[in-house]
């Protein structure tokens, strides 16, 4: 079955300007996690979807915003962009929330550089 | 901040078994003991979960002890491919968090 597919794979932008990113999840799956993943921090949490509904968030600032849509995929965006958002975004999928019992799959990512 | 503690880094020689350790002392009753792993470049990748039995799937196995404070996550024959940072994750508030992991190295 097709995995998590996350697009695009790669993304410059500049500072101040805004991005958009998407997710489509496993066929089925109606949890969508998001993450951030630098160098510095490692894989920070920043907000899980399931069934169009927010239910958790990370300690990130309200520029980073997401939504989900009917079919379960996802978008997630970032308002006035700063050089410190340059990182891989990654997203991932599960049956039920926190993963469950058969856990996260993850997508390749998409590679944000803010210049 | 993650619930879980690992070291940072670990070698294991081709072949080998790989034994990984991880603390989670705050772990409470229902709270499963996940480990994924991530390749350079790639997402992480789902290994293996368990709540207080041990268990076993075609990637590894994990040992969980009694008290269920800490586990261990063994990869039988290890092959370069298992070059990775190896994370063990349980539930925190909710969400889940994601510690610095374990770097394995596979040496030839």
């Known amino acids: 079955k097709a995995g998590v597919t996350q697009t695009p794979r790669y993304l410059i932008k500049t500072r101040g300007q805004q991005v958009t990113l998407s997710c489509s999840p496993i066929s089925g799956h109606r949890s969508v996690s998001w993450y951030q993943q630098t160098p510095g921090q490692g894989l920070q949490f920043l907000f899980e979807?399931?069934?169009?509904?927010?239910?958790n968030k990370g300690n990130f600032p309200g520029r980073f915003s997401g939504r989900q849509f009917s079919n379960s995929r996802s978008e997630m965006n970032v308002s006035t962009l700063e050089l410190g958002d340059s990182a891989l975004y990654l997203c991932?999928?599960?049956?039920?929330?926190?993963?469950?019992?058969?856990?996260?799959?993850f997508g390749s990512g998409t590679r944000l550089t803010v210049v | 901040d993650a619930k879980t503690t690992q070291p940072p880094s670990m070698d294991c020689a081709e072949g080998r078994a790989a034994n990984l350790p991880c603390n989670h002392s705050?772990?409470?009753?229902?709270?499963?003991v996940y480990w994924y792993r991530q390749i350079h470049s790639q997402g992480p990748q789902y290994i293996i979960h368990g709540l207080k039995n041990n268990e076993t799937n075609e990637m590894a196995s994990l040992i969980i002890t009694e008290d269920r404070k800490s586990s261990t996550l063994i990869l039988p024959h290890a092959t370069l491919r298992d070059t990775a940072v190896y994370y063990c994750?349980?539930?925190?508030?909710?969400?889940?968090?994601f510690g610095k992991g374990t770097r394995l190295h596979i040496l030839p």
């Open positions: 979807y399931f069934s169009e509904t927010q239910r």
């Open positions: 994750i349980v539930r925190l508030d909710d969400k889940i968090i």
């Open positions: 705050t772990i409470s009753g229902n709270e499963y």
């Open positions: 991932a999928s599960s049956v039920v929330t926190f993963g469950g019992p058969g856990g996260y799959t």
